[in-house]
């Protein structure tokens, strides 16, 4: 029997895709609750003549690599075009923003309400790091993530964040997991 204990960045992908399948429901009185969904709907921020449009992909979690790539190349034509239908633009439950398109390093992300997060990605660039005592150039990039306390706790938030780092340092690793 093996008794090797699963990677760290497995029990956190599956704390974090549990996590972020809720989201705030606000109710014709006005009251706020938490409510879970069905999976994860991602948020795609896309920019346009209009502004930014975060159109959701609903069900990203089932999607393979292609698949999810498609539908984010699919709506964010139909968001820079004026066609995404409110129904696009409301499932959201996480939010995915790539600022290092307009040349940003950081952004302080805000939360695209009912959503629970946003994760924002900056620019990769090349910079000085110590790597085992020595001094060498890395590739390194500024992540932002902003959650509801309400929804997850920051064990849960800063867990994800470390999954999504170690996915960046080593996508080999975190693949084979999934």
Known sequence: M???A????TDLY????RSYRRRIATGDDGTQEVVRVDGVNLGIAAQTDRGLVVTS??????LAARELNAEIRRLATRARE??????????GTFTLN????????????????PESAILGLGRILDRPWVVDGQLAVRKVTELTLAFDH???DGGTAGGFLRFVADAMEDPGAILADL
């Open 2 to 4: 093996d008794t090797k």
């Open 6 to 9: 699963a990677p760290a960045h």
């Open 14 to 17: 599956s704390i974090q895709r």
């Open 57 to 62: 992909i609903r069900r990203a979690d089932t």
């Open 82 to 91: 004026g066609k995404a239908s409110p129904s696009d633009v409301s499932s």
């Open 98 to 113: 790539n600022y290092s398109v307009f040349g940003v390093d950081g952004s302080a992300a805000i939360i695209n309400y």
């Open 150 to 152: 309400r929804v997850c």
